[in-house]
Nanobody, 121 residues
Framework: VQLVESGGGEVQAGGSIRLSCTSSGGDNYSRYCMGWSRQAPGKEREGVAAVDSDGSTDYGTPVKGRFTVSRDNAKNTLYLQMNSLKPEDSGTYSC???????????????WGPGTQVTVSS
């Protein structure tokens, strides 16, 4: 299975970006919980959001109310809509496949290479 992210870029504080992640090479995509993490330079990977196979969603505290995770199982694609962005949201955003419904990075067994998001003040 391969996960490939796209949609990153640079935006000013208060702006929005939508990330996509396409899965290929595997079966049963719709059965897995999928999620997003981010990593800033010099910091550990941080869980951001997750969407379960039934569409249930959960978020890390720093992004609640600003980010929305969704999925299109027909396209094997995961999305992350990020609004009201702050400079501290900058980092490399990766999508991942989880072993259980969770946004905690320790519950994930597969990550994509990531896409860079930079939020300027």
């Amino acid at each position: 299975v391969q996960l490939v992210e796209s949609g990153g870029g640079e935006v000013q504080a208060g702006g929005s970006i939508r990330l996509s992640c396409t899965s290929s090479g595997g079966d049963n995509y719709s059965r897995y919980c999928m999620g997003w993490s981010r990593q800033a330079p010099g910091k550990e990977r941080e869980g951001v959001a997750a969407v379960d196979s039934d569409g249930s969603t959960d978020y890390g505290t720093p992004v609640k109310g600003r980010f929305t995770v969704s999925r299109d199982n027909a396209k094997n694609t995961l999305y992350l809509q990020m609004n009201s962005l702050k400079p501290e949201d900058s980092g490399t955003y990766s999508c991942g496949r989880a072993r259980a419904y969770s946004w905690l990075t320790s519950d994930y067994d597969l990550w994509g290479p990531g896409t860079q998001v930079t939020v300027s003040s």
